[in-house]
């Protein structure tokens, strides 16, 4: 049985934003919630380093062990989502999560804090798989649609892995003895290797 | 004397003893199978993958492989 997780390597992320977009446009996430945001340390320092988060559908989820009317569940292939039927808005879960992953919208009269939405590792929620009433609710179910999550499939560098954990543990692994490591190299050659041929030159031309 | 320090030495350890309790803390650990809300169905219980938990795994599988170009470029120089 598959167990979804999120992997993000920061040193292939180019916080170009393209899984908060994806996110956005796939789920039609209102102003003001955003599921999936990049987060830039040391931005502008060379060396600076970005990863992008959202929900990481924790094993042991805080947000479930604070609830106070019990939304939450887990499904068998490990994604933490939720039923908005039952939420109250109360914000626990935002304290809980260590990654600010529940979102809630601020819009109406008196600034309402809402139900909760967060990422659903694009799994939907409770309602009929690719239903009308799913999609308002919880947006687009692509598990459902044996696809991933749009935020990973749209990843440009693929520093944004999603999928079973064992499986994409092994990508990023293999990318790792690879390309090697060491702190002071960043950029294109620690991200992708080093090519094992040098590039090709044209005949007379200078080295 | 002695009976007095006993019981000035008891009641210190007692009331040690209470203060000290206040610094216990029982873990909250999240039980399972408290959600309340409505079922949810299997991603694989559709018309795409008729209820074949295998196919789904499939595919889902097809897309994470993927997501490596090391593989991908081995398979397409081949």
Same mark, same amino acid.
């Given at each position: 049985?598959?167990?979804?997780? +999120?992997?993000?390597?920061? =040193?292939?992320?180019? =916080?170009?934003?393209?899984?908060?977009?994806?996110?956005?446009?796939?789920?039609?996430?209102?102003?003001?919630? #955003?599921?999936?945001?990049?987060?830039?340390? #040391?931005?502008?320092?060379?060396?600076?380093?970005?990863?992008?988060?959202?929900?990481?559908?924790?094993?042991?989820?805080?947000?479930?062990?604070?609830?106070?009317?019990?939304?939450?569940?887990?499904?068998?292939?490990?994604?933490?989502?939720?039923?908005?039927?039952?939420?109250?808005?109360?914000?626990?879960?935002?304290?809980?999560?260590?990654?600010?992953?529940?979102?809630?919208?601020?819009?109406?009269? +008196?600034?309402?804090?809402?139900?909760?939405?967060?990422?659903? +590792?694009?799994?939907?929620?409770?309602?009929?798989?690719?239903?009308?009433?799913? +999609?308002?609710?919880?947006?687009? #179910?692509?598990?459902?649609?044996?696809?991933?999550?749009?935020?990973?499939?749209?990843?440009?560098?693929?520093?944004?892995?999603?999928?079973?954990?064992?499986?994409?543990?092994?990508?990023?692994?293999?990318?790792?003895?690879?390309?090697?490591?060491?702190?002071?190299?960043?950029?294109?050659?620690?991200?992708?290797?080093?090519? =094992?041929?040098?590039?090709?030159?044209?005949?007379?031309?200078?080295? | 004397?002695?009976?007095?320090?006993?019981?000035?030495?008891?009641?210190?350890?007692?009331?040690?003893?209470?203060?000290?309790?206040?610094?216990?803390?029982?873990?909250?650990?999240?039980?399972?199978?408290?959600?309340?809300?409505?079922?949810?169905?299997?991603?694989?219980?559709?018309?795409?993958?008729?209820?074949?938990?295998?196919?789904?795994?499939?595919?889902?599988?097809?897309?994470?492989?993927?997501?490596?170009?090391?593989?991908?470029?081995?398979?397409?120089?081949?």
């Amino acid at each position: 049985m598959a167990r979804m997780k +999120f992997l993000c390597d920061a =040193e292939r992320c180019i =916080e170009c934003n393209g899984c908060v977009t994806a996110c956005k446009n796939e789920h039609e996430v209102p102003w003001g919630v #955003n599921r999936r945001r990049v987060v830039t340390l #040391n931005d502008g320092v060379p060396g600076e380093k970005s990863i992008s988060v959202a929900c990481m559908h924790c094993s042991d989820a805080p947000c479930m062990a604070v609830c106070p009317v019990d939304c939450f569940y887990k499904t068998s292939e490990g994604v933490v989502l939720h039923d908005k039927d039952l939420c109250i808005g109360c914000g626990y879960c935002f304290y809980a999560c260590p990654f600010g992953a529940p979102q809630f919208p601020q819009d109406g009269a +008196f600034g309402l804090r809402g139900k909760m939405d967060k990422c659903t +590792f694009c799994a939907g929620g409770p309602e009929p798989d690719n239903s009308a009433a799913e +999609f308002k609710k919880y947006g687009r #179910n692509r598990l459902a649609e044996g696809k991933l999550p749009a935020c990973a499939e749209m990843c440009s560098t693929k520093a944004l892995l999603g999928g079973d954990a064992d499986v994409i543990a092994d990508i990023y692994r293999n990318r790792v003895l690879k390309r090697g490591k060491g702190s002071e190299i960043w950029g294109w050659g620690t991200a992708y290797g080093k090519p =094992e041929k040098p590039a090709a030159q044209p005949p007379g031309a200078k080295s | 004397m002695t009976t007095g320090k006993s019981v000035s030495a008891l009641a210190f350890a007692g009331a040690l003893a209470l203060v000290l309790a206040g610094c216990g803390d029982k873990p909250m650990i999240y039980k399972q199978g408290q959600y309340q809300g409505k079922p949810d169905s299997k991603p694989w219980d559709n018309e795409q993958f008729k209820g074949s938990q295998v196919e789904w795994e499939k595919a889902i599988k097809t897309r994470t492989q993927g997501q490596d170009e090391y593989s991908r470029a081995v398979a397409s120089a081949k």
